[in-house]
């Protein structure tokens, strides 16, 4: 079967076609170093792109949250430090107190260095993060934890459990905590706060009406109250160090994770420019063969002739 002048012109104008698309293609592959540049050009590569690219975009997530409850852990267990100093003091002026051959004047003197103790630690209970909200108040994160009601005593305003912030798909860590327990602790008068004891211990030393046995008596419970406080805070920055060892963990994991799910990301897109360049050139002589065989086509047209 004979072809014609006209079915030859189609054949090599779309030979020619094919060959300057494949062209353009490499030629962009090429300057973009990547080998799926349109979802068409592997629909399953491309979707596995996709789906690494989204995995890797939830890693990132979590890796800034994880930057985010450091810096939170971080602040409360400074200020958990700064308490449990201020307790080592509050224990060493319950040991002077408890001398009995302290005057009026003596008692008046560690009243008064108690009474900053008790507005430091006061202070510190109501400590903040970097963007303003209370570390200790449980949910309520824009209210004060701790305030002094009409009557002079420390009272607790925050409520429920600190806020988590996922660190995985199914994990997450409380930035914070509720300062009701964190200064609770048992005493031989009932659970109290923290606050509470260091106030009852301040009201002991300036009642000048105070008998010996009760004033005795009130000292061996300051004593215990200041060192189960010590005790409950160094267990509350346990606590902290924990969460933050377990962030170190999952940061450290999600981050060789993420490695790899980069890796796989660009071995699946990525280019191999060499193999390219020599594509590249293939196609440029066959165009440049398919373009000269074109040419002499036409000088066989018959309207060569005419």
Do not use: C, H
């Amino acid at each position: 079967m004979r072809v014609g002048t006209f079915q030859s012109f189609q054949s090599q104008m779309s030979r020619m076609g094919s060959l300057q698309s494949t062209l353009a293609q490499l030629e962009a592959q090429i300057a973009s170093g990547k080998r799926i540049l349109d979802p068409s050009d592997d629909p399953l590569g491309s979707s596995r792109v996709a789906d690494l690219q989204r995995s890797i975009d939830n890693n990132q997530q979590f890796i800034r949250n994880m930057d985010a409850i450091t810096t939170q852990l971080s602040f409360a267990d400074s200020a958990v430090d700064a308490m449990s100093n201020q307790m080592v003091r509050a224990k060493e002026l319950a040991v002077q107190a408890a001398n009995g051959t302290l005057t009026d004047a003596d008692r008046k003197v560690i009243s008064t260095e108690l009474g900053q103790i008790i507005d430091q630690m006061l202070s510190l209970s109501n400590s903040r993060d970097a963007a303003g909200n209370y570390l200790f108040s449980g949910a309520s994160v824009g209210t004060a934890p701790f305030a002094r009601d009409a009557t002079g005593a420390i009272v607790w305003q925050g409520s429920g459990d600190a806020p988590k912030v996922p660190i995985s798909a199914d994990v997450a860590v409380s930035t914070g905590a509720n300062g009701l327990s964190m200064l609770s602790i048992e005493t031989s008068g009932g659970r109290q706060t923290i606050l509470a004891s260091l106030t009852e211990f301040k009201a002991l030393l300036d009642d000048p009406s105070v008998d010996a046995a009760t004033f005795t008596a009130g000292m061996e419970k300051a004593l215990s109250d200041t060192t189960a406080g010590i005790d409950r805070l160094a267990d509350q920055r346990a606590t902290f160090g924990s969460r933050m060892a377990q962030v170190d963990t999952e940061t450290d994991r999600l981050k060789a994770l993420e490695t790899t799910m980069t890796t796989a990301k660009s071995n699946l897109e990525s280019l191999d420019v060499a193999a390219a360049i020599v594509q590249l050139k293939s196609a440029m002589t066959l165009l440049d063969a398919s373009q000269q065989s074109f040419a002499q086509i036409k000088k066989l047209s018959l309207f060569s002739y005419l």
